[in-house]
């Protein structure tokens, strides 16, 4: 069972670039998250998913985009990478709606954007 | 607007100390309230979760409580080991929507000195 399973585990950017980070659930859960994580900011939402085709926006959506074509698979996209962007990326995912449960994380994407 | 505040920011103990990590919040209107432990280059694992009808859980060595009408929450560590240093976040959920969109406290850096 290998839980939330981010790729890729690091990047390196150059400024303008495009990319997309992939984020893989096996636990047939509802919901998924997409989070960034910097130094004396702590962890923010960036976009989230209630089920599969369906995205809605965090607290920090600006410059990313994501798609959930399929329940198992949440997709965070960057169109024209900036350092502003470089951190620690995280996915995660939780059963649904009320049900209690914790929410389950990846082991992050480290992207730097030069 | 919730804010979760996490203090200290850094804490060291001698092993086999019994220790208290606190957590506020602002808005005392949540729906859970959810302990987790990071330890460098990894994502979050899920330590406790309190739901908002609930005044404590336990799980071992650790025991949080909540005191939804104070905006506060304590993990209690007990008989702290080497192992347990790690960064611990506190996170909230809104009682609206269910979709849990957390927000984090920035941590406590919990050091155990052997």
């Known amino acids: 069972n290998a839980g939330v399973t981010q790729t890729p585990k690091f990047r390196v950017l150059k400024t303008g670039q495009s990319m997309t980070l992939l984020c893989a659930q096996d636990?047939?859960?509802?919901?998924m998250y997409w989070y960034r994580q910097d130094p004396g900011m702590g962890l923010r939402l960036i976009h989230y998913?209630?089920?599969?085709?369906?995205?809605a926006k965090g607290e920090v959506p600006d410059g990313y985009n994501v798609s959930r074509l399929k329940k198992q698979n949440f997709l965070l996209g960057l169109e024209s990478a900036a350092p502003s962007q470089t951190s620690v990326y995280f996915c995660?995912?939780?059963?649904?709606?009320?049900?209690?449960?914790?929410?389950?994380f990846g082991d992050g994407t480290r992207l730097s954007i030069l | 607007k919730q804010e979760v505040t996490q203090i200290p920011a850094a804490l060291s103990v001698p092993e086999g100390e019994n220790l208290v990590l606190n957590c506020s919040f602002t808005?005392?209107?949540?729906?859970?309230l959810q302990w987790f432990r990071q330890d460098p280059g990894k994502g979050l694992t899920s330590l406790l979760l309190i739901q908002s009808s609930q005044r404590e859980q336990t799980s071992g060595r650790l025991n949080a409580s909540l005191d939804k009408s104070s905006g506060r929450s304590t993990l209690y560590i007990a008989a702290s080991q080497p192992g347990d240093s790690a960064t611990y976040l506190c996170a909230v959920s809104p009682p609206q929507g269910g979709s849990e969109k957390l927000v984090f406290g920035k941590g406590t850096k919990l050091t155990v000195n052997p």
């Open positions: 998913s209630v089920g599969e085709g369906t995205t």
């Open positions: 995660a995912s939780r059963r649904g709606a009320y049900s209690n449960q914790p929410q389950h």
């Open positions: 636990m047939n859960h509802e919901y």
């Open positions: 808005d005392s209107a949540i729906y859970n």
